[in-house]
């Protein structure tokens, strides 16, 4: 079955602290993983990562594929307060040819 | 260029009623996908609509269905409402592969059934 495992569920950090978040998968026909950042509704994209060992950046978010490991990890460093939000990671590929989210990390950042 | 939207946002129902809710994609985007957000499951994948055909579907009963038109907007329907399928309606779409290219997601539809 596939499947996506976010960790750790939730996160408590102050401004200016490093994270890493973990997203670990089991998917049949891997074609693609990607990260969103969910603060109230609509999820917004921040990364699609296709080949393993190349990292994207974008700011102080960055990602990473291990395709061996079958992970990916998200790093936001200084973060702020603006980082709270939920982080999905999701599968693209699988049985269903459609993406399969995990169930989130929770950041909250305190000032 | 303007966002993907759905309507309605927010919306009341009772037991055994049905449901249609509506998401206009991105201009020029073709694959309109449709999740479900609950705090139990987390995102779950509803199908996918391509070309005015449904392209794929996933582990949810026939209540749900879901349509396409020919301007790539969709609609999608809940028959016979239980109160389990009170949740977060999230539309997205994209140009053409729901997972090789960037889904955009539209505001979501809360849909709360009493």
């Known amino acids: 079955e596939d499947k996506v495992v976010q960790s750790p569920l939730s996160l408590v950090v102050h401004e200016g602290d490093t994270v890493t978040l973990n997203c670990s998968y089991e998917?049949?026909?891997?074609?693609?993983l990607l990260w969103y950042k969910q603060e109230k509704k609509a999820p917004t994209f921040l990364f699609m990562l296709t080949s393993s060992g190349i990292e994207k950046k974008s700011g102080r978010l960055s990602s990473i594929l291990d395709k061996k490991e079958l992970s990916s990890i998200l790093n936001i460093t200084a973060t702020q307060t603006g980082d709270s939000a939920i982080y999905l990671c999701?599968?693209?590929?699988?049985?269903?040819?459609?993406?399969?989210f995990g169930k989130g990390t929770k950041l909250s950042v305190k000032p | 260029k303007a966002g993907v939207t759905q309507t309605p946002r927010y919306l009341i129902k009772t037991r055994g009623q049905q449901v249609t809710l509506s998401c206009s994609p991105i201009?020029?985007?073709?694959?309109v996908s449709w999740y479900q957000q609950t705090p139990g499951q987390g995102l779950q994948f509803l199908f996918e609509?391509?070309?005015?055909?449904?392209?794929n579907k996933g582990n949810f009963p026939g209540r749900f269905s879901g349509r396409q038109f020919s301007n790539s907007r969709s609609e999608m329907n809940v028959s016979t409402l239980e109160l389990g399928d009170s949740a977060l309606y999230l539309c997205a779409s994209s140009l053409a592969s729901a997972y090789q290219e960037t889904q955009y997601f539209g505001p979501g539809t809360r849909l709360l059934v009493l």
């Open positions: 999701a599968l693209g590929g699988g049985s269903q040819g459609n993406l399969i």
């Open positions: 201009s020029g985007h073709r694959s």
């Open positions: 998917v049949t026909n891997f074609r693609s």
């Open positions: 609509y391509f070309s005015e055909t449904q392209r």
